[in-house]
């Protein structure tokens, strides 16, 4: 099985309007299914890759253009730095878990498979079983109702709590287990994939980590430069598309006095970009996927 279908390839890398000669950033490297595309596009130019999955390393091509960063893109300021780059030319990035990781049972991502409960892109910090069996339960109904959008949240932290006083939570199944029980028969497949999707976000910060890469865009990529983002839930979308199109993640854009907008960014797709059908029958983990394409304007906030 493939690392990684690349999802939107050719939509996403023609959205960066790649200069043969300019610096290209991949803060999702992955399989390399993307950087191998935007190589085919540059003839002196560099790419750099950033992933903090050590697994990813085994996928980096033999390419005198490319650099690996086996970091999270968090800290995409501090390693252009350390390689002697202060502006790019665009930057793409394929946010969610990948196929290779959903896969890998013991990574603890799916609930398809018992596995213990980790769900961490790297092998630091908290995992899951940390979050189920630490957190209180007003800490547990906050990040189901939050990152999962649960109408039933703060039940569910109460189950959880109730039940990890009889044995603590080890495995994916146990969980499973214990929800399958207490969800509507209709729902539970969506409910525990937003359960899931809840603890796998709190563990790897998700969302402020794609503010802050966010926020570092607005810094290093030079004006008319492209920032090309692939999302595959409405909470990455919605941070996308509203620092997109106001400059903030939250709150209206500032304006001039004439009323002008003054934002970072030019919408380049004013609707997010979406599989075609061709695309789903031949990968259908794109279905959810949404692509958007941004130009850094001169405005800086």
């Given at each position: 099985?493939?690392?990684?279908?690349?999802?939107?390839?050719?939509?996403?890398?023609?959205?960066?309007?790649?200069?043969?000669?300019?610096?290209?950033?991949?803060?999702?490297?992955?399989?390399?299914g993307?950087?191998?595309?935007?190589?085919?596009?540059?003839?002196?130019?560099?790419?750099?890759?950033?992933?903090?999955?050590?697994?990813?390393?085994?996928?980096?091509?033999?390419?005198?253009?490319?650099?690996?960063?086996?970091?999270?893109?968090?800290?995409?300021?501090?390693?252009?730095?350390?390689?002697?780059?202060?502006?790019?030319d665009?930057?793409?990035?394929?946010?969610?878990?990948?196929s290779?990781?959903?896969d890998?049972?013991?990574?603890?991502?799916?609930?398809?498979?018992?596995?213990?409960?980790?769900?961490?892109?790297?092998?630091?910090?908290?995992?899951?079983?940390?979050?189920?069996?630490?957190?209180?339960?007003?800490?547990?109904?906050?990040?189901?109702?939050?990152y999962?959008?649960?109408?039933?949240?703060?039940k569910?932290?109460?189950?959880?709590?109730?039940?990890?006083?009889?044995?603590?939570?080890?495995?994916?199944?146990?969980?499973?287990?214990?929800?399958?029980?207490?969800?509507?028969?209709?729902?539970?497949?969506?409910q525990?994939?937003?359960?899931?999707?809840?603890?796998?976000?709190?563990?790897?910060?998700?969302?402020?980590?794609?503010?802050?890469l966010?926020?570092q865009?607005?810094?290093?990529?030079?004006?008319?430069?492209?920032?090309?983002?692939?999302?595959?839930?409405?909470?990455?979308?919605?941070?996308?598309?509203?620092?997109?199109?106001?400059?903030?993640?939250?709150?209206?854009?500032?304006?001039?006095?004439?009323?002008?907008?003054?934002?970072?960014?030019?919408?380049?797709?004013?609707?997010?970009?979406?599989?075609?059908?061709?695309?789903?029958?031949i990968?259908?983990?794109?279905r959810?996927?949404?692509?958007r394409?941004?130009?850094?304007?001169?405005?800086?906030?």
């Amino acid at each position: 099985m493939a690392y990684h279908d690349p999802v939107l390839l050719h939509e996403s890398v023609n959205g960066l309007n790649i200069n043969p000669t300019g610096i290209y950033v991949d803060v999702t490297f992955g399989g390399g299914g993307h950087s191998r595309e935007i190589l085919n596009h540059l003839t002196t130019g560099k790419l750099l890759g950033f992933d903090q999955d050590p697994d990813a390393a085994a996928n980096v091509p033999n390419n005198e253009n490319f650099i690996f960063v086996n970091q999270n893109f968090r800290h995409l300021k501090r390693y252009l730095r350390f390689h002697g780059i202060t502006k790019i030319d665009g930057l793409l990035a394929d946010l969610g878990v990948s196929s290779h990781q959903f896969d890998t049972a013991h990574r603890g991502f799916t609930f398809r498979e018992d596995a213990e409960l980790d769900m961490r892109m790297t092998q630091s910090g908290k995992s899951a079983r940390d979050v189920l069996n630490q957190y209180d339960e007003a800490g547990l109904s906050r990040i189901f109702k939050l990152y999962g959008e649960l109408p039933t949240a703060r039940k569910l932290a109460n189950l959880i709590v109730k039940q990890r006083e009889t044995a603590p939570f080890v495995t994916t199944g146990q969980l499973r287990q214990l929800l399958e029980k207490n969800m509507p028969q209709k729902l539970w497949h969506k409910q525990l994939a937003q359960v899931f999707q809840a603890l796998r976000i709190e563990v790897n910060e998700e969302l402020v980590v794609l503010e802050s890469l966010i926020e570092q865009c607005v810094e290093v990529l030079k004006p008319g430069g492209r920032l090309v983002v692939i999302s595959y839930h409405s909470l990455e979308d919605r941070l996308v598309k509203n620092y997109i199109r106001d400059g903030k993640f939250e709150g209206e854009a500032e304006k001039d006095f004439f009323g002008n907008k003054l934002v970072p960014f030019e919408q380049i797709s004013r609707k997010p970009i979406t599989p075609t059908d061709e695309e789903l029958k031949i990968n259908n983990r794109a279905r959810s996927a949404k692509l958007r394409i941004a130009q850094r304007t001169t405005y800086t906030p």
